[in-house]
């Protein structure tokens, strides 16, 4: 499946009624292990959240026969939907013996697992809390490097870690629909470098209308729907 989100009549993140309304409705469930004495850094939480999705699209287990597979296929075809709650302590532990893929950063640590029906929750996940994912970073991140992949967030938009995490992964989905064969690859053999950063406001409107993929988000949560959220700006797609 390849689409952008700007120009697609069936996007999955279109806020007004479409086919994939009529699907059955799924959402890819992502845990961040946030203990009180060592909370991550926002950006790295971000930045894991995003390689998180990517290594579940390219894993083996998620296309052709592979045992996500056919949850992999349902979930893309309806509403694209991210969640992500916290853990701590047991809870973390308990998460990490479910199925999924777990993703190490900097200081964050992510767990993504394979899609499941919106009322179909296993417990261990169901009972996580989607509050208190607010996260800071001790120190403000370094400017992008303007030659590899860069999530671009909306400057003008007050979202949660928890809310950013899945629009970084939403982005990163969008970009890796658009990239060819080769190109996945090679970001993935790459260790799916990227970056997560707020755009400058100054430019923002510029990567809107720059033919790059880019989110505009369902609101369901927090935000209006049809707000745009992340530019996926990868130097295969410029």
Do not use: Y
Not at 45 to 59: P, S
Not at 69 to 87: F, L, T
Not at 143 to 159: C, F, K, Q, R, T
């Amino acid at each position: 499946m390849s689409e952008d989100a700007t120009s697609s009549d069936d996007s999955p993140f279109r806020s007004d009624p479409s086919a994939r309304d009529q699907a059955p409705q799924f959402v890819l469930p992502l845990v961040v292990r946030i203990e009180r004495d060592a909370p991550p850094a926002r950006t790295d939480a971000l930045e894991t959240a995003a390689r998180a999705v990517l290594l579940m699209l390219a894993d083996e287990r998620s296309v052709g026969e592979g045992e996500w597979a056919r949850a992999m296929r349902d979930w893309q075809d309806a509403r694209i939907r991210k969640v992500v709650r916290r853990a701590r302590g047991a809870e973390w532990r308990r998460a990490v013996a479910l199925p999924g893929i777990t993703v190490a950063g900097k200081s964050a640590e992510v767990r993504v697992f394979p899609p499941v029906p919106l009322d179909g929750w296993p417990k261990d996940l169901a009972r996580l809390q989607v509050s208190g994912t607010d996260l800071d970073d001790p120190e403000p991140p370094v400017a992008a490097d303007p030659s590899g992949p860069v999530l671009w967030l909306n400057p003008e938009l007050d979202m949660s870690a928890g809310k950013a995490m899945a629009q970084a992964g939403h982005g990163a989905q969008l970009a890796w629909w658009d990239l060819s064969q080769e190109e996945r690859a090679g970001w993935r053999d790459a260790g799916f470098p990227l970056a997560v950063r707020a755009a400058d406001p100054g430019r923002w409107g510029e990567l809107t209308t720059s033919g790059l993929p880019l989110v505009r988000d369902a609101g369901f949560t927090e935000i209006a729907p049809g707000s745009c959220t992340v530019v996926a700006d990868h130097p295969a797609l410029r």
